[in-house]
């Protein structure tokens, strides 16, 4: 293979096929990071179109957009609609190991590499997952499982498995139980001011479900849709594994930038958000940039995925209506959980759509899985109908609340070190570095030390791109004791991180 | 719009664009299945080329080809890999109403038609579901629930639930709950010589969610997938909803016919296949056939989807080990599911997967939808490890062998019309229109006017395209009395069919 100039990639070209057991997109992919690590690629920088980068490295376009896709879902590289791909301003630090990676061990035996599809690789580039199983803390997406009325729940269901008939036993409707839909449909009307009739709503097992059928329905692979960033990450993972391309839309104060996302991709088919309260961030979407959203789904026949993942809480200030309310000509597809608010073991979801889209919708959830499972469909329609639900959300509000306050009382200490943003509903809040200590310090070291210290806490960089890095603490599972003592122990964090001669 | 000549479907060209709420490919593909139906075109007739018929009709090549996607789906059409596109041997006959359609019914307001993705359009084409929940007799993927043992069942979910600890409760591993795992492994290794240990078990709710994990981990968006034909539909719907493209590869009396798909794609990234008992079909695939199958995967870098949905039934000879267990070099995902030996309401499969693909499946389903449902994964480990999946199978072996018996001898007496296939295994039984009727009768017309007395029997032709017309019947679910009522129903609808004039 000849070696080209004039290309910060052609150093060791020669190489790129020599070097068993790595396949050749890999070796471009690490080659490309290591220039853009090692500043030989400025942020910001303007990267060759994937056609040069092959005949500069004398491989395949195919293995170069291997790569480059890699690189994207990495973090290191952004695509910009039209203009091409550009080193990303801020770059992941996917260098520090991942906290508890929950990936299988590797095995002993067969592990001869496999050829993966490139969605597949996407998926295994992933950053690790952050799990709070074993720790305590601050875990951001793991609700307090104390509150939950578990003898409460376990009588339904043992009532409900106790009944004749075949209800729960054959196979169900694939757009979930009739007593659930309705259920459902009268919660979120009354708590969220969501627009639906029970026909509107589907059964599904899992927020990222929602997501990933929706994608189906409305886009083919290789159309794009607009994520918010830095963003809920699992969403962007469903949706890529939908063969869907994710353009990363900034947010800021008010949310996600419509005019960014028309900037770099106008004719997305679909756009994910959190409008009451923006994962990680906290901020509310603005009533301009609400408008502004559904104008731009109504005129480019494009969709809105609004998440609502925690809506039922909100402390102070008036409550924030879903966007789904907003809308009068059929562009949101409304997404709420009971993993979130419940339990996470019980994985039940659902989605509100549009009435013309009611037949698709079901037509992919049946093929997709059939349908979800049905006994604990019965019991959790029993739970809303009976009042339990409003109850459990009525009393975790309170504690969530109490927790929140604690939490920002203890966090007060920290100041010189965190700025912290919004904090009036949901069940987390995020920090900033300060500015004047941003560009020394690494969100994911830090959240690794936490780790090390048994702390959980997230980093803000595995969230994608953001203006400063810093952390993310779930609030709702700690007492004012927790918060104190998770607290000290960031604390120690950070200042080693800045200071790590000082620190041992 | 220019009207162009030498085409059969240059009829009406002009009026393409200007029929108003149905869009152009729409009506392309109206008109493509009306010269199809007429016999303007002839079975077997090749199509002109996607480029040909847009310059034909003056439309968008992208139109073109979602007519075209759309008429295979719907069965009017086959592609043959490098030879281009032809009319279908044997046409489906989508007039027919479904019996008992599972889609939600037409929205009141809000209809207007919307664009959907070219994969949800093709799910939607789908021939409606023939549902059985509230129907008699021969319903093919419905086990009969009164063998159950419910009692047990929910003492052990009532146990489980009552357990202190957040193991049900908070969120579980991706790949599903250990004792789970090792549970399945335990079962498939000592039932179906399956080789593997629990961490090669992927729990999953459905063999829909395992055949999709597998197409997104292995196949990219417009790569092929082999799927027996007739074969079993949901499994094709997973696969397009997937991006992937399915390439229909024919069955005989020893299963898929691996050079028929070596000569139709032979760089397919996978094959679908029911080794133990082709569904519908009922036969087994030979030994010559799967080490092809095997053989063809090692050389081409493909894998082998192995669907044992019911090989836990097997009622005379020897019994027939797994394919998974035949294969040295790790090219075979093996999926099996509960949903259909205990009840289609749990909603619980699994994939046994090669080790070197584990990773990369446990980092798709995380991002379909988290993990599967906690508690019940609990209270069925609980029930295979105490030994009552064991009881059930041996206790329902014995059930659904004496029901097959019955229904063969009542079947006897249909022996002038039907032509009965393989029946050593499984819970159906497949028959064909004896071949000098076959060409007068309509399976669908048939299923239908069964489903107007209250017996429901698939169509063979709802499978895909096929050698002669035929029904399948679920022998498990009826008693004797069952099997003679529905077979009379049967009968007087065949002989309806065949001289509608006679009947009434």
Same mark, same amino acid.
């Given at each position: 293979m000849?070696k080209?100039a ?6 060791d ?9 790595q396949?050749?997109y ?6 490309i990071?290591a ?5 030989a690629?400025?942020p910001n ?5 994937g ?7 004398g491989?395949?376009?195919n293995t170069?957009d291997?790569?480059?896709?890699q ?12 203009a091409?791909s ?6 992941p ?8 990676p929950a ?23 992933y ?14 997406s ?13 009588r339904?269901?043992?009532r409900?498995?106790?009944?004749p008939g075949g ?7 694939s ?5 659930l ?27 990222q ?5 929706a994608?189906k ?9 607009w ?23 900034p ?8 005019h960014?996302g ?5 004719d ?5 958000v959190t ?6 961030l906290?901020?509310?979407?603005s009533?301009?940039?609400r408008k502004?959203?559904?104008a731009w789904a109504?005129e480019?026949?494009g ?8 809506g039922?809480?909100?402390y ?6 879903s ?7 059929g562009?949101?597809i409304?997404?709420?959980s009971?993993n ?31 349908h979800?499972?049905?006994?604990m ?5 029993? +739970?809303?109908h ?13 504690i969530?609340?109490?927790r929140?306050i604690? +939490? ?7 100041a010189?070190l965190?700025? +912290?943003?919004?904090?009036i509903?949901?069940?987390h809040?995020t ?12 969100d ?5 030390a936490c780790?090390?210290?048994?702390v959980?806490v997230?980093p803000?960089?595995?969230?994608g ?6 952390l ?11 918060a104190?003592?998770g607290?000290?122990i960031?604390?120690r964090a950070?200042l080693?991180?800045i ?6």
């Amino acid at each position: 293979m000849a070696k080209h100039a004039g290309s910060v990639f052609s150093v060791d070209v020669a190489g790129l096929e020599s070097e068993p057991g790595q396949p050749a997109y890999a070796r471009i992919c690490e080659r490309i990071r290591a220039a853009i690590v090692s500043g030989a690629l400025a942020p910001n920088a303007r990267l060759p179109s994937g056609r040069t980068l092959a005949q500069d490295l004398g491989v395949a376009r195919n293995t170069v957009d291997w790569a480059l896709d890699q690189l994207v879902a990495d973090g290191y590289i952004v695509r910009r609609r039209g203009a091409g791909s550009f080193v990303a301003a801020q770059l992941p630090e996917r260098d520090a190991p991942p906290l508890t990676p929950a990936r299988a061990a590797a095995p002993a035996v067969d592990a001869s590499p496999r050829r993966l599809s490139r969605r597949a690789q996407a998926l295994r580039a992933y950053p690790g997952h952050y799990s709070g199983a074993s720790a305590i803390a601050f875990t951001p997406s793991l609700p307090p499982i104390d509150p939950f009325p578990r003898a409460v729940w376990n009588r339904l269901v043992q009532r409900e498995a106790a009944k004749p008939g075949g209800e729960y036993w054959e196979y169900g409707a694939s757009n979930g139980l009739p007593a659930l839909r309705s259920a459902i449909a009268a919660h979120a009307s009354a708590m969220r001011a969501v627009r639906c009739s029970p026909e509107q709503v589907l059964v599904v097992t899992s927020t990222q479900q929602a997501v990933e059928l929706a994608a189906k329905v409305l886009a083919d692979p290789g159309e794009t849709a607009w994520c918010e960033t830095p963003g809920y990450q699992p969403v962007q993972h469903c949706l890529r594994a939908a063969g869907v391309d994710v353009v990363a839309v900034p947010v800021d104060e008010s949310g996600l930038n419509v005019h960014a996302g028309q900037a770099l991709a106008a004719d997305a088919r679909l756009a994910y958000v959190t409008p009451a309260h923006q994962y990680p961030l906290g901020v509310e979407m603005s009533i301009e940039r609400r408008k502004a959203l559904l104008a731009w789904a109504r005129e480019r026949d494009g969709y809105v995925l609004e998440d609502d993942y925690d809506g039922d809480y909100r402390y102070q200030g008036r409550p924030i209506a879903s966007l789904q309310g907003m809308d009068d000509h059929g562009r949101v597809i409304y997404i709420g959980s009971f993993n979130k608010i419940l339990f996470p073991g019980l994985r039940i979801a659902y989605a509100i759509v549009p009435e013309a889209l009611i037949a698709a919708f079901v037509d992919a959830k049946h093929a997709a899985d059939g349908h979800t499972a049905l006994l604990m469909q019965g019991a959790l329609a029993a +739970f809303i109908h009976e009042g339990h639900l409003g109850r459990h959300l009525r009393k975790t509000r309170a504690i969530y609340d109490e927790r929140r306050i604690a +939490f920002l009382d203890e966090a007060a200490a920290l100041a010189d070190l965190l700025e +912290f943003g919004p904090a009036i509903a949901g069940m987390h809040v995020t920090a900033l570095f300060q500015r004047e200590l941003a560009g020394r310090l690494d969100d994911r070291a830090v959240a690794d030390a936490c780790a090390r210290a048994g702390v959980v806490v997230h980093p803000l960089s595995k969230y994608g791109a953001c203006e400063r890095a810093g952390l993310v603490f779930g609030f709702a599972g700690a007492t004012r004791a927790d918060a104190r003592a998770g607290l000290a122990i960031v604390r120690r964090a950070i200042l080693a991180s800045i200071a790590p001669d000082a620190a041992d």
